[in-house]
């Protein structure tokens, strides 16, 4: 090796990275780490997962610090110290996502059946076996009550974002700033809001439309945001282009500048639709739910996915709550596709 | 589209005569004038909106707030009276919003530490990999409906977390809020403060994430080539350049616990009575107080339920615009 000419092989090196032989040795270390957390809680006082993951940590601690004294010295001791807290910490937030995860999918599809599609809960007790009822109801509630929110809140979303990107008036920060203190508003708090001016003042009824107009508040700043966001990644050029052959304002901003951002106004609304697909505290206060399917969004309660798994979920009893577990699943499901939707659409966008 | 075939067509052949020649002006036309109006005013809608929430919710309880005054606020009592007794109706928030506070706390005190942690790991520790995929997961992690966390806190974390509550009983029980007036652990402020600890995670990790990848990266190179380990770059980099924004974000994630309604309803006991024992079963929060009056309540009760709506939507607007000032500060510094 000494008698490399340097001339000719000079490759780039990357001393700061762990070469094979540091690889093996970290490896072999965190095995030895694994076998031997079951050995130290066996014979020590500790006990339990807490136990062990306590044990785990410490001797992961102890056996980082050594190989990096061993490599380093003492000065790299609060390093290895504080690389382990952050590791332990990334696992911390990923063991309880797991955990949700793994029990909402585990718990869920003992009480999914084909009638869960089919069938609603109008003559079927809580209480009654998973063949009987289902969360038709609630789905169809859903679905109603999501698609009025979006298509109230959608354009106004999309004006306040151009009202951000195109017209840059002397409001601009200020309208930002209301955006953003729209998006900290409590859920409950919208629902209050909509139940105090459209059932106490307007004296109408609990309705899906309610729900939506509830909805389409906590959604508004999402996609106000994520459309904005989208819209400044349009070029310039592309405006003054549209400018540029004579076309007025609008005409630019109606036929060049949005649909160039379709893609990305769309997952600015698929995440303002996953952002309140799921809320449960604004619907208590406006649809209070029912047992029935209905496609009627006005003067009637209705039901939804999120306050159906709440309810079951009160009634505390066994079979019930089963029942919560599977409209918590397909909850989850339905947030999923549209997280991932919106992944792709904006992935696609940027690559 | 004009492909590059149309332009070589002269303009005549579309429609045979020249079209008219246009005015030249830089003067907004009316169409532009009925379409800037139309998006300021879209633009404005927010605005509406938020005074909308605030008059209606003041009209709607000030009655309650011109009986109870500043008592609402500080009062500890919630009941309807008693017309038979002549017991008169008492409502006041005070136990709520302390209640609210110490929840809040304490999952904001589980939260930033992970987050911050999770933070430098996906800026400074993640191979490149790693990266996308954990940003992913924490971004999903925040589209879970709250009812699913009410739900795995009651049914999954709380046996869990009610181990734990007696461990710090047992060892740390000589400081005042590790003590138990009564041995019931079940539904305490400190599983309500882990279930909402773990809903605002990903709040804080996305904001302290994009603060600590602002920071420029001759500073960190300057301080690895001084011989800085990872850890001590860090701490004299990335930290101090990043401490507003993690601040900031953590106001955001306070803002969001305290109006954290559903999950804190199924694992937290309400009780009128302020208690500062975090591991008994004993708490309060305004959002869940609504929610679990809500049903029963009528007349007065129900402003009352609107007045303590209007105290909450008051106080996250505060947090809220404190969050945004400070965040907004630490922008400005990184150019």
């Known amino acids: 090796m000494s008698t490399t000419n340097y001339l000719f092989d000079a490759r780039p090196t990357k001393p700061w990275k762990i070469n094979r032989q540091q690889l093996a040795i970290n490896s072999i270390a965190f095995i030895v780490v694994l076998f031997l957390t079951p050995a130290v809680v066996a014979v020590s006082p500790l006990k339990g997962k807490l136990g062990a993951a306590v044990v785990l940590f410490t001797l992961a601690t102890v056996m980082n610090i050594v190989i990096s004294l061993r490599r380093q010295g003492t000065k790299t001791l609060t390093n290895s110290f504080a690389t382990s807290l952050i590791y332990t910490a990334t696992a911390l937030v990923l063991l309880p996502l797991a955990s949700l995860l793994f029990t909402v999918i585990d718990k869920g599809k003992e009480s999914i059946r084909w009638n869960t599609f089919t069938a609603d809960m109008r003559i079927t007790q809580p209480d009654a076996p998973f063949t009987e009822g289902g969360a038709l109801h609630a789905i169809v509630g859903t679905g109603i009550i999501v698609l009025i929110a979006t298509l109230i809140c959608v354009p106004i979303g999309i004006l306040t974002a151009l009202y951000l990107t195109e017209i840059k008036g002397r409001f601009e920060g200020f309208v930002r700033f209301l955006v953003q203190a729209m998006s900290g508003v409590p859920s409950i708090v919208a629902g209050l809001f909509i139940y105090t001016v459209l059932i106490v003042s307007l004296g109408l009824k609990y309705s899906g439309f309610a729900g939506a107009l509830a909805l389409s508040i906590l959604m508004l700043p999402t996609v106000a945001r994520t459309a904005e966001e989208v819209l400044k990644l349009i070029p310039n050029d592309l405006r003054e282009a549209g400018v540029a052959l004579g076309g007025t304002q609008w005409r630019t901003v109606a036929m060049v500048v949005v649909p160039a951002a379709r893609s990305g106004i769309l997952t600015a609304v698929i995440l303002g639709i996953a952002r309140v697909a799921g809320e449960t505290a604004p619907l208590i206060l406006t649809i209070l739910g029912n047992t029935e399917t209905r496609v009627n969004p006005a003067n009637v309660p209705m039901a939804a996915l999120p306050l159906y798994t709440f309810n079951l979920m009160k009634t505390g009893l066994n079979v019930a709550i089963s029942r919560a577990w599977g409209g918590a699943l397909i909850l989850l499901i339905l947030v999923l596709i549209l997280f991932v939707t919106a992944r792709l659409l904006g992935g696609r966008k940027r690559g | ?335």
């Open chain 2, 1 to 335: 589209m004009i492909t590059s075939q149309d332009s070589l067509v002269p303009l005549t052949t579309y429609s045979g005569v020249i079209p008219e020649k246009r005015e030249l002006t830089t003067r907004p036309r009316f169409s532009d004038k009925v379409f800037r109006a139309i998006v300021t005013s879209g633009g404005f809608t927010s605005l509406i909106i938020l005074g909308l929430i605030a008059l209606f919710l003041t009209l709607q309880s000030s009655t309650v707030f011109r009986q109870f005054g500043l008592h609402f606020i500080t009062g500890f009592e919630w009941s309807q009276g008693d017309p038979e007794s002549g017991a008169p109706a008492k409502f006041g928030i005070g136990a709520m919003l302390i209640g609210t506070l110490v929840v809040s706390m304490i999952g904001l005190m589980i939260a930033l530490p992970i987050s911050v942690g999770t933070a430098l790991f996906i800026n400074y520790y993640a191979p490149d990999w790693l990266r996308k995929p954990l940003t992913i997961m924490i971004d999903l992690m925040a589209a879970i409906p709250s009812v699913i966390y009410g739900l795995w806190g009651f049914f999954i974390l709380m046996p869990h977390a009610v181990y734990w509550a007696k461990l710090l009983h047992k060892y740390l029980g000589f400081i005042p809020i590790f003590r138990m007036p009564s041995e019931i652990y079940e539904r305490s402020p400190f599983i309500a403060g882990i279930v909402v600890g773990i809903m605002i995670i990903p709040i804080i990790t996305a904001i302290t994430r994009e603060v600590f990848s602002q920071v420029p990266l001759d500073r960190v190179q300057a301080a690895y080539a001084l011989g800085a380990t990872r850890w001590t770059m860090i701490r004299a980099v990335v930290l101090p350049f990043g401490a507003s924004g993690v601040a900031g974000g953590a106001m955001l994630g306070l803002g969001r616990a305290m109006g954290e309604t559903v999950a804190i309803y199924l694992v937290l006991n309400l009780y009128f009575i302020p208690n500062f024992n975090i591991l008994f079963s004993s708490g309060g929060n305004v959002a869940s107080l609504i929610v679990s009056k809500f049903g029963e309540s009528e007349d007065f009760e129900l402003r009352a339920l609107m007045a303590a709506g209007l105290v909450l939507f008051v106080v996250t607007l505060l947090v809220n615009f404190l969050s945004d000032l400070i965040v907004k500060r630490t922008a400005r510094k990184g150019r």
